[in-house]
């Protein structure tokens, strides 16, 4: 009787152990957004239930939004105006925020769409739910606003909050926007969707320009890269990043291969593609010729030497991910990888500069912003959510909210 | 170590399974159902075997020397419950016996709601978590991300049904799962003999894993709740084809008669 009684016991304690992990996924934790604004000398956090407003010289918290926790969350990256007067925010809900930048306020300027209560956690159906969140951050050029919702709607606003159009033709139901578009000098929008295709959109219109034929291999996530030939450059959870022609309606022409899921958006500089996988490894690739000029990795293996038994093949990989875009200062290349470590390698040859990687603690993900001088890295799953480096990799400040 | 075994053990092969369902198919709900009914046909020989140990108790409980002790032992339950356990222990049989496929079912329900989550990943930490438990010799990527939705539901959330002017979602699916482990607990469980302490915590178990499993698929995302009542409704289907279901037990009133 004792042994059924402590069974009926271990299943109670069983069932209220999994029922603690309950519940939906409406308010999932991302990696954090950022921003930097010389002009005002601040830097914008979002990350869980605040916009952080940061001293760039010192990483103290100058303000927040909301003033208090509420049912939002926001992640996606803060965008600024070109006139630095306005800061532009999406939450999880699915509402577009305008802050004042340059001295901070706790009531936004507008919000977006302009019926709902902010702060309840509603978004624009009314209930609180996942389909419409902000994931992707706005593109802001010239006084437009292009605001790239979760549910698949690319949303083109003024600098007063109101939509001038919105563009949802995509490919099907579930054409989800998790990156922010590119723009060209023509002022055409190239949009990446998860559905694998890409879509050219008339950004003073909102039309429909031209949109890949076919899936391009596998979702994108990342916003693409842009040369002055015409080309676009994407990667993709296909493990491959893509080379689009925009000048003969999407065409698409040899990409370059990685060993793992392109997360991030490339970063290009003069000729050069630099780009990360989830596998840790990363690349610099020769548009032009089409030739990878060097390749390294996280963890010092060679990159596409595979795993080295079965066992490795069915075990779960070491989270050494690239996930963020690099940041190409000067000669060198900048990136982070899950696995806590911030590189800075030379971008003629790969070859690690003198002193790095720096550890960081916590995870990273978000991909290196520079503010002048300095470097920020965003952190996960510590209680420093944004470190500042110098371009030699000296910690100058980490930023820790107020309790 | 314990949480990689684990990892590789469980998860990697039910989230690698579900998604290369979903790679052929295109409907994550589906690949949910196919891959329950695969997974109840592996652990049909635990079913098969838990019906001849409960075989074995029903026949143990018709014997002469069992009816003996409970007229022997009436009045003094301390030494009954001795007595019936020292009989199990001589004739080999569990008591629980009923109690051990749903007991079994545990690591696989917790197994398949981490892969489901997993793979209904909603948010990018998710997703690039999602790439570290993909095979490597898999294409499976291609097929994300995973088109959540089926039906008025979405199965990353626990699933309520709103009718217009109605401000109230009504969780359908918690429902459903709360009926089908109801009659698949009252369809595999054997005629019960009064008095008897198994078969009293057997009625107990009846009665709780209907209303616990109905709060999980209330409170879980819906395919967790397509699991449960996929599984549920194999199993009857599995009982049935065998001869074993207890039609005689679907209603309490009707199982009492007929144990008098």
């Known amino acids: 009787m004792r042994k059924r009684k402590l069974l009926l016991l271990a299943i109670i304690f069983g069932s209220l152990f999994i029922s603690s992990c309950a519940g939906g996924l409406g308010t999932a934790q991302n990696w954090p957004g950022v921003a930097a604004d010389l002009e005002n000398g601040l830097v914008y956090l979002a990350y869980g239930s605040h916009v952080y407003f940061i001293d760039l010289e010192t990483g103290r918290e100058v303000g927040r939004f909301p003033a208090e926790k509420d049912k939002r969350n926001f992640f996606a990256p803060p965008a600024l105006t070109g006139d630095g007067s306005q800061l532009i925010f999406g939450d999880s809900a699915g509402i577009l925020y305008s802050l004042d930048a340059s001295q901070y306020r706790s009531e936004p300027n507008w919000t977006f769409p302009s019926n709902v209560t902010a702060g309840s956690g509603n978004g624009s159906n009314g209930n609180d739910s996942t389909s419409n969140r ?81 899936s391009l291999g596998g979702a994108i996530a990342g916003t693409p890269a842009l040369n002055d030939q015409s080309e676009l450059f994407a990667g993709n959870l296909g493990s491959l990043m893509v080379r689009v022609d925009t000048s003969t309606g999407g065409g698409v022409s040899n990409g370059f291969p990685a060993n793992g899921w392109i997360w991030s958006g490339p970063a290009y500089h003069e000729g050069i593609l630099y780009y990360g996988d989830m596998t840790g490894a990363f690349y610099a690739v020769d548009t032009a010729t089409g030739e990878q000029v060097w390749t390294f990795s996280v963890d010092g293996s060679q990159p596409g030497s595979g795993s080295s038994g079965i066992l490795e093949g069915i075990s779960p990989q070491e989270k050494i991910g690239i996930a963020g875009t690099p940041l190409v200062v000067g000669e060198a290349v900048y990136f982070v990888s899950e696995n806590s470590k911030f590189f800075a390698l030379d971008r003629n040859n790969g070859v690690p500069l003198r002193g790095w990687p720096v550890e960081v603690s916590g995870n990273l993900y978000t991909g290196p912003v520079q503010a002048g001088e300095l470097i920020l890295i965003a952190q996960v799953g510590t209680d420093d959510l944004l470190s500042a480096y110098d371009l030699e990799g000296k910690k100058i400040w980490s930023f820790r909210p107020l309790e | ?146 088109d959540s939705r089926f039906l008025w539901m979405d199965l990353s959330l626990p699933e309520r049904l709103y009718i217009p002017g109605i401000n109230l979602g009504f969780p359908i699916l918690a429902i459903l799962v709360l009926v089908t482990t109801y009659f698949q607990s009252r369809l595999i469980t054997p005629p019960a003999q009064p008095g008897e302490q198994g078969a009293q915590m057997t009625q107990m178990m009846n009665l709780y894993m209907p209303l616990l499993m109905g709060y999980l698929a209330y409170t879980f995302a819906a395919g967790l709740a397509l699991y449960f009542i996929t599984s549920n409704v194999v199993t009857i289907l599995q009982y049935a084809l065998m001869g074993r279901a207890n039609w005689s037990n679907m209603l309490p009133s009707f199982g009492r008669k007929q144990a008098d």
Request: proline content about 5%.
């Open chain 1, 134 to 214: 902000y994931i992707a951050g706005s593109l802001i050029q010239g006084d437009r606003i292009f605001a790239p919702a979760l549910n698949g709607h690319l949303y083109a606003l003024n600098q007063e909050g109101e939509q001038v159009w919105e563009f949802n033709q995509f490919n099907s139901d579930n054409s989800e926007l998790w990156a922010s578009p590119a723009i060209d000098d023509d002022g055409v929008l190239y949009l990446p969707s998860m559905d694998h295709l890409i879509y050219a959109i008339d950004s003073n219109s909102g039309e429909l320009l031209w949109k890949s034929a076919e």
């Open chain 2, 1 to 146: 170590m314990i949480g990689n075994i684990w990892d590789t053990l469980i998860i990697m092969p039910m989230l690698n399974s579900l998604l290369w369902i979903y790679s052929i198919l295109g409907n994550f709900a589906i690949a949910i159902i196919l891959f329950t009914i695969l997974v109840r046909l592996i652990t049909h020989p635990l079913t098969v075997r838990q019906l001849k140990g409960t075989q074995a108790m029903q026949d143990m409980q018709k014997s002469k020397e069992w009816q003996d002790m409970q007229k022997k032992y009436k009045n003094d339950k301390q030494k009954l419950q001795q007595e019936q356990m020292r009989l199990y222990k001589e004739m080999g049989v569990n008591p629980l016996g009923s109690c051990l496929p749903t007991l079994i079912q545990f690591p696989i329900i917790i197994g398949l709601y981490q892969a489901v989550i997993r793979a209904l990943a909603v948010v990018p930490l998710q997703m690039t978590g999602l790439f570290y438990y993909i095979y490597p010799f898999s294409n499976v990527s291609s097929a994300l991300p995973i």
